[in-house]
């Protein structure tokens, strides 16, 4: 059995209007790897960071972070070897039927992104570990939970027992960290014009998909 990977991270907002400080797009990142090592790597250029009087919070949070840590954590990005995936959805191009609840549009852009990934991603494994972060409270996060867990049955196109999901705050697990730094790159380049950061990073963008891009109706 060959196991891969599979790190999630979101950015943007379930509210579809176009008030101040929403977003324009939902963004979903994945970062696949085929081991873990990247993670630890980080853990350790914290600790080295912390040596060298760089002050870094608990965890690496790229929206938190200051722009010294920054410029660490991407260089260190650059710098390895990961697969990263993005979807993003101009969310005033969504159809009513999509965005019905915030479940419903959290599953459609997860299936629309699994679907076109999870082949590349599998093509040289059996098994597959899908860590997501969470977001919301206990009793919203059973409901996105529920929405990734039938969009995996839906796509990974293999036994039940050869999958798993998991989903816990990105401070629990470094990897997810670097899914937030590449979601968040990705996030400024797409919101504000910003690519400082995604051009360290965009090398490691296997696909950056924008799936409404043929479409012209706006609903707000």
Request: with cysteine; aromatic share 14%; glycine share 4%.
């Amino acid at each position: 059995m060959t196991r891969k990977y599979l790190f999630a991270d979101e950015a943007g907002d379930f509210n579809f209007s176009s008030a101040p400080n929403v977003s324009k797009y939902f963004i979903l990142c994945t970062v696949a790897l085929t081991d873990c090592q990247h993670g630890a790597k980080l853990l350790d250029l914290r600790r080295d960071m912390i040596w060298r009087d760089i002050e870094a919070l608990e965890f690496f949070h790229a929206t938190k972070d200051k722009q010294a840590v920054r410029d660490e954590v991407y260089t260190f990005l650059g710098n390895v070897d990961f697969r990263a995936d993005v979807t993003i959805l101009e969310k005033a191009k969504a159809q009513p039927q999509t965005r019905t609840d915030d479940a419903t549009f959290y599953k459609y852009a997860w299936y629309y992104h699994l679907k076109h990934v999870a082949p590349h991603v599998m093509r040289d494994a059996t098994e597959l570990m899908l860590t997501t972060a969470s977001i919301g409270t206990k009793k919203g996060q059973a409901i996105f939970t529920a929405a990734v867990n039938d969009v995996a049955q839906q796509t990974l196109q293999l036994p039940r027992a050869q999958w798993k999901t998991t989903f816990t705050q990105s401070m629990a697990d470094p990897c997810l960290q670097i899914a937030d730094y590449v979601t968040w790159a990705v996030q400024r380049k797409w919101e504000r014009g910003d690519a400082r950061s995604y051009d360290l990073i965009s090398a490691k963008l296997s696909t950056e998909y924008d799936l409404w891009r043929r479409g012209t109706t706006r609903y707000y």
